[in-house]
C-alpha cells in the first residue's frame, strides 16, 4: 500500500470537509493522530496476506476448522410474553423514548 504523508494540509482539508476549525495546536495533534490511523489501516492490511490460515495462532496445534457453533434454529420467546416484560408497547413493537427530534 502506499504510505500516504500525513502533514499540516492534509489535516487542515479533513477538518474543512468535516466543518472543523482546528487551532494550530490541534492541527499537530490531529497530524500525530491521523498518522497512527493509517498506520493501523497497514497492518490490517496484511492481515489479507496471511491466507486461508489466518487463525492459525488460536488453533493451538488444533485441525484448522471453524471453532464457531454451528447455526441451530430455536424457537423464540413468544410475543405476548415478551410484551408483558416491557414499560410500553405498541401492537408486537416495543415503544422507546424519542431521542431525536
Not at 85 to 96: E, I, K, L, N, R
Request: net charge negative; charged share 30%.
Amino acid at each position: 500500500m502506499t504510505r500516504i504523508n500525513v502533514d499540516e494540509s492534509l489535516v487542515r482539508k479533513v477538518s474543512d470537509l468535516a466543518n472543523l476549525y482546528l487551532s494550530e495546536e490541534e492541527v499537530c495533534f490531529y497530524q500525530g493522530r491521523l498518522a497512527r490511523i493509517l498506520d493501523y489501516v497497514d497492518q490490517l492490511d496484511t492481515a489479507q496476506a496471511l491466507g486461508k490460515d489466518w487463525r492459525g495462532d488460536i488453533l493451538r496445534g488444533e485441525t484448522p476448522e471453524t471453532p464457531e457453533r454451528s447455526d441451530v434454529v430455536t424457537p423464540s420467546l413468544p410475543v405476548e410474553e415478551a410484551m408483558s416484560q416491557a414499560p410500553a408497547h405498541s401492537g408486537t413493537a416495543f415503544q422507546v423514548p424519542r431521542i431525536i427530534e
